[in-house]
């Protein structure tokens, strides 16, 4: 059982940039794979960004390629995303999301409540 807890949300003009945090509780963390996803009002749900157990293997979607990183520290217990060059057009709730694997996974189990990011223009 993994419970997370997004922050670092909120209001930054375009071309800006933020950090989300996502913490997680209990001692497996590092077994887990972490991701961020996002939704914005009206559309589906779409994943952002993953990265495996260790850090060393990541995904981004195509829009998020060269302005989002994400990150993790195993000894906090912690994952990260930090986006760049935001778009008003990225404006969502932001949520991060876990599963047990060893790779990236394409179902998570285990999600935060979200983040509210707004992107004004």
């Known amino acids: 059982q993994v419970h997370l807890v997004e922050s670092g949300g909120g209001l930054v003009q375009a071309g800006g940039s933020l950090r989300l945090s996502c913490a997680a509780s209990?001692?497996?963390?590092?077994?887990?794979?972490m991701a961020w996803f996002r939704q914005a009002p009206g559309k589906e749900r779409e994943l952002v960004a993953g990265?495996?157990?260790?850090?060393?293997?990541?995904y981004y979607t195509d829009s998020a390629k060269g302005r989002f990183t994400i990150s993790r520290d195993n000894a906090w217990n912690t994952a990260y995303l930090q986006m760049n060059s935001l778009k008003p057009e990225e404006t969502a709730v932001y949520y991060c999301?876990?599963?047990?694997?060893?790779?990236?996974?394409?179902?998570?189990?285990?999600w935060g409540q979200g983040t509210q990011v707004t992107v004004s223009s």
């Open positions: 209990g001692r497996t963390f590092r077994r887990y794979a």
């Open positions: 999301a876990a599963d047990y694997a060893t790779g990236l996974p394409s179902h998570y189990l285990y």
């Open positions: 990265v495996n157990w260790s850090g060393g293997s990541t």
